[in-house]
DNA sequence: GCCCAGGTGGGTA
DNA sequence: TACCCACATGGG
């Protein structure tokens, strides 16, 4: 049993304990979860509110409606999310590649896991982290999300990533938790949740409640206090 | 005014 | 392969 085993297990239930069921994309249409995947990319999620409303009052939160409007259209609706140029023609490509499957998100779940992944990641505009989250926040897949917030904390921690690459981190936590979508959902947001919470800058934040993980071994885990 | 946000693609060495 | 940079709005 390696010491990442009991500890990610250990740290996923200080994180709940410490900061709540996140309830990351609840309920959602899953259209629109890809489409905010896509939007949220390296962006606040409050501005990419602002611009799922806007598609929404346009009648454009569908994949025929984005595809029957314009790029500059499109590029106007979804302003507020900031690189709204780009964004647009990510959206277009994201929807051009749902035509494919007549728009039905259900002809989706009869692809395999890996094949479906590396379809997503050849669309123009879904790197790694936006295919993972599509994945599992609207296809309910059980794929370990892997965000800046998520290598910053692990980094922290102390935990062995080998290789140090998205595939690396998304390793760790795939290999010592079970394939559970549920799990994975509330993890990764708990994890972003904790980044935001704590220092962003400094490489060692003392007052990081998960910090004390690493640094006094897991004998001590269970007596550590949680401090936030 | 300054910093940052739930990254990605393209160019260069 | 490994960096570097453009992309851009809005809130603290």
């Avoid at 999310?81 to 259900?106: C, I, N, T």
């Avoid at 935001?196 to 071994?217: A, D, F, N």
Wanted: glycine fraction near 6%.
């Amino acid at each position: 049993m390696s010491r990442e085993s009991s500890l990610l297990p250990e740290i996923y239930d200080r994180l709940l304990q410490a900061y709540g069921p996140q309830h990351w994309w609840p309920a959602e249409e899953p259209f629109e979860v890809m489409v905010g995947a896509v939007l949220t990319q390296s962006t606040a999620w409050t501005n990419v509110e602002k611009a799922i409303d806007s598609l929404k009052s346009a009648g454009a939160l569908e994949p025929a409606a984005l595809r029957r409007l314009s790029l500059h259209e499109v590029a106007v609706l979804v302003r507020s999310s900031g690189f709204y140029h780009v964004k647009a023609r990510k959206l277009k490509a994201l929807v051009e590649w749902l035509g494919a499957y007549r728009d039905d998100l259900r002809r989706l779940r009869d692809r395999g896991l890996p094949e479906l992944r590396r379809e997503l990641l050849g669309v123009y505009g879904v790197g790694e982290e936006t295919a993972d989250s599509i994945l599992l926040y609207a296809l309910d897949r059980p794929v370990f999300v892997i965000d800046a917030y998520t290598r910053r904390t692990v980094d922290r921690i102390g935990l062995a990533v080998e290789p140090k690459s998205y595939a690396g981190y998304q390793a760790l936590f795939m290999r010592h938790l079970p394939p559970d979508a549920r799990l994975f959902n509330e993890y990764h947001a708990l994890l972003v949740q904790h980044g935001k919470t704590t220092c962003r800058k400094v490489p060692r934040c003392p007052e990081c409640c998960l910090l004390k993980v690493c640094h006094y071994g897991q004998a001590t885990v269970k007596a550590a206090r949680v401090v936030l």
